[in-house]
């Protein structure tokens, strides 16, 4: 569903949508992904309900139940049988950098229903199309012991070449109950510089380069 989600978004990308956010390296560049701060920062992919946000509590995940130690008071509940929310980022300068991310959420349910939440990040080209993709979830309950609460996803990885703006995504969906059970909080994505070969790694490169060089030589020779 995310990726079905991404598309119409991507339509409303095309038309001209507000970037919500400054790029930057060493901070999380996704707005409000504690959603302390209500719904600011996302909107709905047309066609879908935006998630929202909602009091932790016995409704959804006590404050008690598996989550994060710095919860805050809110986080992001699904809304109808699928909800979608997104937010864009211009990478500015930082696009002509090298640049490493780490992507961090933490994604759950209730008790041994399959609802679920999902967080996509798609890289974009200067043309705002896709050229690579990392995302989290989805949770399951098996993931979480059959326990309602939110367990912690990590992804990292290097920004694909040519990456000048990100999308991020938020998708949840319904199976069971009436409720849309799909949790998330303190969504995270943080940039930093790509790092460099250390200097004794490429001296052996080289080397290496010039034994091969070397019995290139040999062979013509022979």
Same mark, same amino acid.
Request: aromatic share 8%.
């Given at each position: ?10 339509m409303?990308?095309c ?16 707005v ?7 719904m600011?920062g996302?909107?709905a ?16 995940v006590?404050p ?10 809110k ?7 699928r909800?979608?929310?997104?937010? @864009?980022?211009?990478?500015?300068e930082?696009?002509? *950098? $090298? #640049?490493? +991310?780490d &992507?961090? /959420? ?9 609802d ?22 989805p949770?399951m ?16 990885g ?5 990456t ?9 969906e319904?199976f069971?109950?009436?409720?849309n059970d799909?949790?998330a ?5 943080? @940039? ?6 250390e200097? *004794? $790694? #490429?001296? +052996?490169? &080289?080397? /290496? ?10 062979r013509?020779?022979?």
């Amino acid at each position: 569903m995310i990726k079905q989600a991404w598309a119409i978004g991507l339509m409303t990308l095309c038309l001209g949508t507000q970037v919500h956010a400054q790029a930057a390296l060493g901070r999380n560049l996704i707005v409000n992904g504690d959603a302390e701060s209500g719904m600011a920062g996302w909107t709905a992919f047309d066609g879908y309900d935006l998630f929202q946000s909602v009091d932790y509590g016995s409704n959804w995940v006590l404050p008690t139940q598996p989550g994060p130690t710095n919860r805050g008071t809110k986080m992001f509940a699904g809304l109808n049988a699928r909800a979608a929310g997104y937010q @864009l980022l211009d990478l500015g300068e930082l696009s002509q *950098q $090298s #640049l490493s +991310y780490d &992507l961090s /959420g933490w994604l759950g349910g209730w008790t041994t229903q399959t609802d679920n939440a999902m967080l996509y990040v798609s890289f974009l080209d200067a043309s705002s199309a896709e050229i690579g993709s990392a995302a989290l979830g989805p949770v399951m309950p098996g993931d979480r012991n059959n326990a309602t609460g939110l367990i912690l996803v990590q992804s990292h990885g290097l920004l694909p070449t040519g990456t000048t703006s990100l999308m991020f995504s938020v998708s949840m969906e319904r199976f069971n109950g009436g409720d849309n059970d799909g949790y998330a909080d303190n969504l995270s994505f943080t @940039l930093s510089a790509a790092p460099v070969p250390e200097a *004794q $790694s #490429l001296a +052996y490169a &080289l080397v /290496g380069l010039g034994l091969v060089g070397g019995l290139l030589g040999q062979r013509r020779r022979g």
